[in-house]
């Protein structure tokens, strides 16, 4: 560790940190053009590398996953914020068009952030997203809690420490630019030893902020994690990883760290937020599926679970069924179907077989598909979980490897399911990241209003409907982060959110509408053909949207 160097790093991020809150918001318009550029420079090498980190085949349509949560989102994030800060510049705030803006009967502030665009109807059919304001946001106040940065008439600099996060390569650069152009600090990115390989690649697409003094770059494991967290520059920390290595750097580590964790006597004095995984469950409200939709949805379902190995956050964890759904074994047999098919990948991840361990010594009735070797863990499905066993390691400890767990409950029709798995949901998983609802439309127009009930007494940060919520973190204008209100001594899955390019202040939750079925299959299924084909032209037009690429998306979307 060299400590001269990373000293004076942290000295030149304060140095300029005053800089950067006084640069005109134009100026930072036109800094995340030379960012979009930046990006868009390194991409295919960036993907080439990574793709050989993880063990995938360019040629393979796995690789698309590299693409989608790389590039993809991060040119797309780029892109709407600047055109964030384009409103800021005419209006002084994000301009939000008033029909876009919903009071629930509770008197909630609602605002429709997705499709904000024609090119979102042509290319997510179907698809809307919402996010939802915390109680004490009023309507006539919706102005007031947006963008407080670029409210504040004299604000202070600050150096902001990024813990990035190790298994996708979007979410170290995001939380960077979240941080600078959202809550107006300078960043230290601390890249993680997973994946520091993408280190180059950032210091060149970001080479503007780097020039300028707003942004530096460390490398190293914990001992360089734990310097700087105590750095007396660094002013703010913003993590991306576990609860436990959240909890040793807020109260320290051993018994000491536990008894003060225990009696809540935080060491770090800084502010904190966080980012730190979830038991994400899956809910399936039961009624009739025609052969077609238990496919599609057995799809949809192993997608959330094998994307990216299962290295997610956000990857699904529990399958919450009714116990009495007569097509509940027709589901599970078609999800094993499809995981049997689904190529086995590369555990690139550390520490993925000693997790998968402990959970199939837990529950020996596992069922496994595929091959296991020294570097492969195999698809897993526990079946049958008692829901009533609420410290079964299904429930309290995510797994982040390939494995899912289901668990079915007791109900006596579709809205008892519904309002116990919920319960269940909030009461039983730890975590607060995100969750998902699957209903066939037929059973929601049955529910009528329950359902929005439901989704507003689910204690999520993001909510999916009928997909995976993973799209809250992708489509930039909804917000990512857990469910307002852990502690530091009960953190979950952790404070704050980032991407939010709407830049809301106080945001309870991102909810993600989609069709129960759709064609052509979204390019993000892991049983797309050609979504390797797919990506690298998503992710140019993501950075410049124009009508001339729209052919060749049509075209490959087709062919999936």
């Known amino acids: 560790m060299d400590t001269v160097e990373l000293d004076q790093a942290v000295q030149i991020l304060q140095d300029n940190k005053e800089l950067w809150v006084k640069l005109s918001v134009s100026q930072k318009c036109e800094l995340i053009e030379q960012l979009i550029n930046g990006v868009l420079a390194v991409a295919d090498r960036q993907i080439i590398r990574a793709l050989e980190a993880k063990g995938i085949q360019p040629h393979h349509p796995e690789s698309a996953e590299e693409w989608l949560a790389g590039p993809f989102i991060i040119l797309r994030n780029l892109r709407l914020l600047r055109q964030t800060l384009e409103q800021i510049v005419h209006h002084g705030v994000p301009k939000i068009n008033p029909d876009r803006i919903h009071i629930r009967s509770n008197s909630q502030v609602v605002v429709d952030v997705f499709p904000d665009s024609l090119f979102d109807k042509i290319l997510y059919p179907g698809f809307r997203a919402e996010v939802w304001m915390r109680p004490e946001v009023h309507p006539h106040e919706l102005r007031q809690a947006m963008a407080s940065f670029y409210r504040q008439s004299q604000p202070q600099g600050k150096v902001a420490l990024v813990l990035g996060a190790g298994n996708v390569s979007s979410i170290g650069p995001l939380d960077v630019v979240y941080k600078l152009f959202v809550e107006g600090q300078v960043c230290l990115l601390k890249l993680n030893p997973v994946n520091d390989y993408l280190g180059p690649f950032i210091e060149e697409a970001f080479a503007p902020l780097i020039q ?60 904190i937020t966080s980012e730190l995984g979830n038991v994400s469950p899956v809910i399936l409200v039961p009624g009739e599926w025609s052969e077609k939709d238990l496919k599609f949805q057995a799809e949809n379902v192993a997608t959330q679970l094998t994307n990216n190995a299962g290295f997610n956050c956000n990857a699904a964890k529990v399958l919450i069924t009714h116990a009495s759904w007569v097509q509940r074994d027709a589901f599970l047999d078609a999800l094993r179907k499809t995981l049997r098919h689904i190529p086995p990948r590369r555990a690139y991840y550390p520490g993925a077989f000693n997790r998968y361990s402990r959970f199939v010594e837990s529950h020996p009735d596992a069922e496994v598909f595929g091959p296991k070797s020294e570097e492969i863990i195999p698809w897993t499905l526990i079946p049958n979980v008692d829901p009533e066993l609420q410290s079964d390691i299904c429930f309290t400890q995510e797994a982040f490897c390939g494995i899912i767990a289901e668990t079915p409950l007791q109900a006596s029709n579709a809205p008892d399911f519904l309002h116990k798995a919920v319960e269940f949901c909030n009461n039983t998983l730890w975590g607060t990241l995100n969750a998902c609802i699957i209903v066939h439309p037929q059973t929601e127009a049955k529910l009528g209003s329950l359902l929005d009930q439901a989704i507003s007494d689910l204690r999520y940060g993001s909510v999916g409907i009928n997909h995976w919520p993973a799209l809250s973190y992708a489509l930039g204008s909804t917000t990512w982060g857990a469910y307002p209100g852990h502690t530091l001594n009960d953190i979950q899955s952790g404070i704050g959110v980032v991407h939010n390019t709407v830049m809301f202040d106080k945001p309870q939750k991102s909810v993600i509408y989609g069709p129960f079925r759709i064609w052509p299959k979204p390019p993000w299924f892991v049983t797309h053909k050609t979504a390797n084909k797919l990506a690298p032209i998503l992710t140019q037009f993501e950075a410049r949207p124009c009508w001339s690429l729209l052919p060749s998306i049509i075209w490959h979307a087709l062919q999936g």
Do not use: W
Request: net charge negative; with cysteine.
């Open 212 to 271: 300028e003094g707003y942004l530096r770059l460390a490398y190293g494991g914990a001992e360089v994690g734990s310097y700087l967290c105590e750095h007396p520059g660094i002013d703010e920390i913003h993590i991306t990883g576990s609860a436990q290595t959240h909890d040793a750097i807020v109260f320290g580590s051993g018994d000491e760290g536990a008894d003060r964790k225990r009696n809540n006597m935080p060491r770090l004095k800084k502010r």
